[in-house]
């Protein structure tokens, strides 16, 4: 399937769902453009339809099959965001639209661009965080 295809309403409304129930559970919001949202989510469908998994939009990847069966590490949620909260592609964020930073290395690439951005909410998400290291 072509990536500019148009997905199924059915995958649509999975990662639609899926988004709202996932930024409630890590305390994270929406970017204040609609549009961001809407991008993303519709990647993240296509993917659904082509590939049967959220694979992660804002990435390029040389074979996406390939890259789901070496390991689920860019599946939304992907593994940046379980363990550092960090959302790349803008879909989890502050109330400003801003990803949080806080928990990044100080030498990824979030922190340079973004600088320090402080979580909000630190009693919720990183579900992950005791694998950091680890992949
Ligand atoms: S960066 Fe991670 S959390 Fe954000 S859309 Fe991509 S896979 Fe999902």
């Known amino acids: 399937m072509p990536s500019d295809s148009v ?13 709202e129930k996932y ?18 989510v519709l990647g993240l469908a296509q993917h659904i339809d082509e590939l049967g998994r959220p694979l992660c ?13 070496e390991s689920r590490r860019w599946v939304c949620a992907c593994n940046e965001m379980k363990q550092f909260k960090y959302c790349h592609c803008l879909l989890f964020t502050n109330e400003e639209g801003q990803p949080i930073t806080e928990y990044l290395p100080e030498d990824h690439e979030g922190r340079q661009v973004y600088g320090l951005v402080k979580d909000p909410t630190p009693d919720k998400g990183r579900e992950a965080r005791h694998q950091i290291g680890k992949n």
């Open 57 to 69: 939009p804002c990435n390029f990847y040389p074979d996406k099959k390939a890259e789901l069966e």
């Open 23 to 40: 930024r409630e559970k890590s305390g994270t919001f929406g970017h204040p453009e609609s549009e961001v949202t809407a991008a993303v």
């Open 7 to 19: 997905p199924s309403q059915n995958s649509m409304n999975r990662m639609e769902r899926y988004v």
